[in-house]
């Protein structure tokens, strides 16, 4: 420790050989410390500021009338009716179920069956297929169920009567039609008066 020398003495700035030499300075300084120059710091330039030059003139131009708004074009709302609109343009009996049938393009002699009923919840329709009539319902997922309803919003007496026609069965009350003419008209007699007012007309007798 003795043989190391000290360099930049705290004391006296200078340099001692040995570390006894800093002590002996340090006694005979009476441990003050020397003040020490602060290191120059290194000039930077200033920017130089340019000018500040003035403003053109504004010059009195005449005012723009603001275009006006453009009309939407076309209908945001979704393409096809909600379940809800759909259900209110439908002409429900009054127990809420309706049988209906809907031609097949790859089976015109047989087509869909289909029986809707009303839910509990204003707006909620229930929509199945049946195979035949008397046969188990058949679930029919949303995309079916929404077409099924649009046909028969768009033509819901030729689908009644089509239902009629192929299970002999009323498409109101769904009562076994005996009598031909009910078949004809697609209802019973009692439906058929509850759904237009008037008795059931008679068919027209055949000149053979």
Known sequence: MSDVKVRNCGHCGGEHETFAQAQLCAQRNRYRRVQRQPAPQPQVAEPQQ???QPAPALQDQPSQPVPARQPVIGN???????????CEKVDWPDKGVLHFALPSR???DKPFLFVAKKGRVKGKVFVNRIS???APKLDVDTHHQSWALTQLVANQGQ???LYAKVTEH?????????DPR???CGYGPDCYKLKFGVPQPKLAKTTG
Not at 170 to 178: A, I, Q, V, W
């Open 182 to 184: 009910s078949v004809a």
């Open 50 to 52: 340019l000018p500040l």
């Open 170 to 178: 009323c498409s109101r009350c769904d009562k076994f039609l005996s």
């Open 159 to 161: 689908a009644e009567l």
């Open 132 to 134: 035949e009539h008397g």
């Open 76 to 86: 945001r709302r979704r393409p096809f009716p909600t379940f809800a609109e759909l």
């Open 106 to 108: 790859e089976h015109p």
